[in-house]
């Protein structure tokens, strides 16, 4: 089974700009991943913010944007809010079977 | 109301059985595929199983495969997971998601096995 890897922690400030990326070890994450981003605050059931790759849901602040970059899918969230401190995951599809990221804690400070 | 409810989580002994439910509402089951995902106390979250929206495609992850089975009933707008042999590493809340692109979350229920 694939191991997916996620940055365990980053720190933005209010207004700033941040990354976080998602990786594969069996190689380039590519669109065929089907890579989506949710966030989960604590004591809260998680929420879907990206699908296959760069789509929102119609919930998903303008701020969030999906992408591939380096070989790796990458949430960016650009003008941090205080209420985008959060756990984000990252999900990829492999024919099927799906694995989860090892999680990134984002901190607006 | 638009939403996914799960229910029958509770404790259980290592080796035993539990069937969890996942009621949805306010939006075409049947179009959708499901995902049973779960998450241990103060861990992240682990794929469990898909279910395609006619219930022909059925996938799990390696840790349940063999163990639990994912199932659903369209006509009931109620998907399911029967966990048997279950283990202490199977402790944690287990969430049902989809109606398109895993735009619904139920609450989760806890699931603990323990002796």
């Known amino acids: 089974q694939a191991v997916v890897t996620q940055e365990p922690s980053l720190t933005v400030s209010p207004g700033g700009t941040v990354t976080l990326t998602c990786g594969s070890s069996?190689?380039?994450?590519?669109?065929?991943?089907?890579p989506y981003w949710f966030q989960q605050k604590p004591g809260q059931a998680p929420r879907t913010l990206i699908y296959?790759?760069?789509n929102k849901h119609s919930w998903t602040p303008a701020r969030f944007s999906g992408s591939l970059l380096g070989g790796k899918a990458a949430l960016t969230l650009s003008g941090a809010q205080p209420e985008d401190e959060a756990e984000y995951y990252c999900?990829?599809?492999?024919?099927?079977?799906?694995?989860f990221g090892t999680g990134t804690k984002v901190t607006v400070l | 109301q638009v939403q996914l409810v799960e229910s029958g989580g509770g404790l259980v002994k290592p080796g035993g059985s539990l069937r969890l439910s996942c009621a949805a509402s306010?939006?075409?089951?049947?179009?959708?595929?499901m995902m049973w995902i779960r998450q241990a106390p103060g861990k992240g979250l682990e794929w469990v199983s898909y279910?395609?929206?006619?219930?022909?495609?059925?996938y799990y992850a390696d840790s349940v495969k063999g163990r639990f089975t994912i199932s659903r009933d369209n006509a009931k707008n109620s998907l399911y997971l029967q966990m048997n042999s279950l283990r202490a590493e199977d402790t944690a809340v287990y969430y049902c998601?989809?109606?398109?692109?895993?735009?619904?979350w139920g609450q989760g229920t806890l699931v603990t096995v323990s002796s």
């Open positions: 998601a989809g109606g398109g692109y895993c735009r619904l």
């Open positions: 306010g939006f075409t089951f049947s179009d959708y595929y």
């Open positions: 279910i395609s929206s006619s219930g022909s495609t059925i």
């Open positions: 069996t190689g380039a994450v590519t669109s065929g991943h089907y």
């Open positions: 296959d790759t760069s």
């Open positions: 999900l990829l599809s492999y024919s099927g079977a799906y694995v």
